[in-house]
C-alpha cells in the first residue's frame, strides 16, 4: 500500500501527541509513508506491514504485569 504524495486527512484519528481528533495527514515522501499534525507537528514514519508486530510487543508488555500472581487470602475463623 502506497500513500499519495498529496497531503489527505485522516478521518477519525487521534494525534497521539496533542490529542487532537481529525489533525493528522498522510503524505509519502521518498517511498516513505508518512503522517503529520497539522497543529502541533508531529510527524512520523507510517510501516504498514509493521503494525502487527506493534500491536505483538503492547500484548506482551501486558503480559508481564501478569506475572504477579494475586494469591486468594482466606480469613481463617479462629474458632
Ligand atoms: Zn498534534
Partial sequence: MKFSTKKRFIAG?????CGLLDKLVTFSKDNVNYRECVVCGFKDEIRI????????????VSQNQKDYEVSPVRFVDPK
Avoid: A, F, G, I
Avoid at 13 to 17: A, D, E, G, Q, R
Avoid at 49 to 58: A, D, F, G, Q, V
Fill in 13 to 17: 484519528v487521534v494525534c497521539p501527541k
Fill in 49 to 60: 506491514s509493521s503494525l502487527p508486530n506493534e500491536l505483538t510487543t503492547r500484548v506482551n
